[in-house]
């Protein structure tokens, strides 16, 4: 008995329609049919067809492990046979994010400035005092009187300067707010396999997706035009996973238990906004350039 007549045989006792079994994996139904009838020539790859069949086994209850296994053994192929393309995947350690130094940059850039407008305003108050006539050295009796009574208005006056200065100085040269990475909901999934959209806005140039399990947990990470940058199946123990995609404008992350996954891109957290334990959770992220 081939594969695909195991999976429809399951699928039928579970009390799935192959439509059903579309909405809770995301797989187009066209590659279901396709592969209940044992034909493989025109999905997308061997890989692929893969990880369909171990989404397909997983939901209608079977032994995945041995359902791949008969997939390995068969050594089917497909017509367009190629590897899924992966765009710089590292599976490493998780390095230092480069957020720190954003999220420490604002605050130096105002003691710079802080520094700035105190010396102007030395410098400023310093010349003022070098301008104001020096009664000592006139011999005219009336002279030195005009000179005491002006000399307040003058220094009043400079002070003024002094102050209109250094409000110019905070006004203009204020560094602006919101320049750090975060997440914004526009929009939350309901029911048992929920898709929702959030709003990534970043300054960096590039985009880096990290996934860290820290328990059982399906994991797939698309872009446009059904591009896969990874599909599989990780525990906790597994090495983190990095993933750059800074030439999308968006991206799909389907999970299941998905409570046993962090996702991070920049090295921001995503905090999911659907409630705990729903098993099927889905999310579109657009990317916003600050």
Known sequence: MGIGDILREAREEQGYTIDEIQQITKIQKRYLIKIEQNDYSSLPGKFYARAFIKEYANVVGLNVAAILRQFDEDDIETDKDESVRYTRVERTRRTPSSSFVFSILPTFVVILLIIGIIFVAVTLYQ?????TPDGGGNQNGDEIIRNVDEQPDNIENNDNDDDENEDNQNFEEEPQSGTESEFKVIEVGEGENTTSTVEFHHVEDELIVELEPIGNVYVDVGGDLEKYYFIDTIDV????????VSEEEHILINMYRAENLIVRINGVELEYPVEEGTVHQRYRVEFVKQ
């Open 127 to 131: 010349r003022t005092l070098g301008d």
């Open 237 to 244: 123990g597994h090495d983190d996973i990095e993933i750059d």
